[in-house]
């Protein structure tokens, strides 16, 4: 087994070499060497059931592993009732494009605390959050992961790990996705060096075991970053951070197998082939 690389979405190039579907971005990622797709519901999980299929079989087709990041309309802390249910929907709809495409985990932002202190946003993240795993369960769409990201603005939850990792304990459906140009971004230029990933793959490590840490679902991207945090996703020839090297040195040297998804503003897939070809480089 070996760590995974692959896009968030569909890179300008492939629209450049004329394609037009993201049905059809399965064997251009292959025809790349690259082997993982984060399909992006974050305008709502609208896409049709055939789309999703043909995706899906594209996918397998090509040996292609598939991901769903969910729509940003989740709200896990709201205090609306629509908005609350609302929420669930989004969930439940993702999990059903996730089951029609094949997919294995759903990635979401759990949502911003409104007026409340972080404490009690987060005791009602949880309490919405657990009637979406109810729910999940009763349509049997239990076997795909529910994957709280870690963010990259102060005042969004999830911007601290300890958040994410408080979701994950809550069921064995549930799986941590890291971001490390949020955690860049949020600790205004943290996570430069292989130590400081490290302690994010021995903390999950720690709480939810080393399976769980050596098969990590992860976000990669530059990202601009102001006291408030994230400003603006970037490419990997921009000046901005964190540093792919030190990950992927950890990464081989642990022989952890994670699926990274490289979030580049619109040179994705060409940022992603580096990380690939680094961390083969230091397989070998």
Known sequence: MFAEFGTAGNSDAFYAAGYKASAQLPAWLSDLGLNAYEYQCSRGARVREDTARLIGQNAADNKISLS?????????????????????????????????????????????????????????????????????????????????????????LGSKLEEVLELCKMSRQVRPAVDFGHMHAVTCGGYTAKSEYAAVFDRIGEVLGLESASKLHIHFSRIEYTKAGEKRHWTFQDPYGPPHEPLLELIAERGYTPRIICESAGTQAADAKIMQEFYQRLLK
């Open 68 to 156: 769903i990041h969910g729509p940003y309309y989740i709200s896990l802390a709201t205090e609306d009732e629509t908005t609350a249910a609302n929420t669930i929907k989004h969930f439940l709809q993702s999990l059903e494009v996730a089951r029609w495409m094949g997919a294995d985990r759903v990635i979401f932002h759990i949502g911003g605390p409104g007026k409340m202190n972080r404490e009690k946003a987060m005791e009602r993240a949880k309490t919405l959050f657990a009637v979406v795993l109810e729910e999940a369960e009763k349509r049997g769409l239990n076997d795909i992961d529910l994957a709280p990201e870690t963010m990259g603005k102060q005042n969004q």
